[in-house]
């Protein structure tokens, strides 16, 4: 009999790809289902980025790479830190990986020891609190509503700190509610972290360029702090670049060191190709993403409408990425034949098997009452799926 560790074993699968898997089978089934659960966007790589890629191809670049990443790419990396968002760090402290998600679990690897606690502001993106939990340590949420556009205050942040606090961990622009913290909302949070010098805090910046609300901010400008903070980013959202691969970060050079070390035991460094192709990503006219920014703000109000329109919906406005997360629970307690309405998981069931639409439960993401539902899909399948839904939300009593 074969028996797995214990690690996997406590560990949940993801559950944006769950859904997307269900929906898949769905499919294959020959039922007509759109799919609202996965954050990619329906953009495809802009062509610059791709000749950089064949480029590379035709020059040779088919061998291992350095675990951090080339130098010349390190170097685009820091240019880019300090070109778009204000924040010094040198080729050293630059680590490149296989994915943001790589990134981040390098950094709770080499971070977190069994019983070290991470604050994680909920909602969240569902895999921090697996990845924290991977390495035996302790997930502290801190709650924000839909009242408060998913965002904390400075006071539940310091109230949430132990003696055991570690790290903390946060998006904006945020997957799952696409909410984005102000400058001054973010000088609110660094000032409690200053109090706190040996707390990390990881500030995870994979939406920057889907941003609707102006410049994007980094936590990491604050000066009393900026010696405590990792960024991370990556190509896969701003470039459209999801299946290429490749996620960096700046970081304080221990930590930066460390998580090479790390990561030369799993994968070493990332695609050569892909390297090269985000150094022309990165060093290029933003003008292809700043449309594909354009396209999503339009597509997210057309939504908004029609989800506002849905009665017993709460929805708030994002205010980057590209997913809405309604407040469903005016459901909970209705039903529709044998489909009882308890919680957020039975409503995505309910939205899956009734009305063909894949989306997320909030429950995932840290929330008991909403649904995550990306709009990064054409114009006609989001009108599609919203009239689906507010047919299946209506016929609940």
Request: charged share 20%; net charge negative; proline share 4%.
């Amino acid at each position: 009999m074969i028996q797995l560790s214990e690690r996997v074993l406590a560990l949940e699968e993801s559950a944006t790809i769950a859904m997307a898997a269900k929906s898949r089978a769905m499919k294959q089934q020959g039922i007509d289902v759109i799919s609202l659960s996965l954050g990619e966007p329906d953009f495809g790589t802009p062509k610059h980025i791709q000749e950089a890629g064949k480029q590379a191809i035709d020059e040779g670049y088919s061998h291992y790479t350095p675990v951090p990443g080339y130098l010349a790419l390190r170097e685009a990396i820091a240019e880019k830190f300090k070109r778009d968002n204000n924040l010094e760090y040198t080729p050293d402290q630059i680590v490149t990986s296989t994915g943001a998600k790589q990134t981040l679990v390098n950094l709770m690897m080499v971070l977190i020891n069994p019983g070290d606690e991470v604050i994680i502001p909920a909602p969240f993106w569902v895999s921090y609190a697996g990845q924290v939990e991977l390495m035996q340590g302790k997930v502290v949420q801190v709650k924000a509503g839909i009242e408060n556009d998913f965002k904390i205050t400075p006071a539940q942040l310091e109230a949430a700190i132990t003696d055991k606090t570690k790290a903390f961990i946060f998006s904006s622009p945020c997957n799952p509610t696409g909410s984005v913290y102000s400058q001054a909302e973010l000088n609110g949070l660094a000032e409690v972290f200053a109090k706190h010098p040996n707390i990390i805090v990881i500030a995870d910046e994979i939406y920057e360029l889907i941003n609707f609300i102006g410049k994007h901010v980094s936590i990491g400008n604050a000066e009393a702090i900026k010696d405590q903070v990792v960024t991370v980013n990556g190509i896969s959202k701003g470039f459209a670049m999801t299946g290429w691969r490749l996620g960096y970060m700046g970081a304080p050079l221990a930590i930066a060191k460390a998580c090479s070390k790390m990561q030369g035991q799993f994968t070493s460094g990332t695609s050569a190709v892909t390297q090269r192709a985000t150094i022309a990503a990165l060093k290029s006219d933003y003008a292809p993403s700043h449309a594909m920014r354009d396209e999503f703000l339009r597509r997210r109000d057309f939504v908004g409408e029609l989800l506002r329109s849905i009665e017993g919906l709460k929805v708030n406005t994002p205010e980057g990425a590209f997913y809405y997360f309604p407040d469903v629970s005016a459901y909970y307690g209705k039903a529709n034949g044998d489909y009882v309405i308890n919680n957020n998981n039975d409503v995505a069931n309910y939205l899956l098997e009734k009305a063909h639409v894949a989306t997320v439960s909030g429950e995932a993401f840290g929330n008991e009452h909403c649904i995550r539902l990306s709009y990064a899909s054409s114009e006609e399948q989001l009108r599609k799926a919203c009239a689906r839904m507010k047919a299946a939300f209506d016929e609940l009593s």
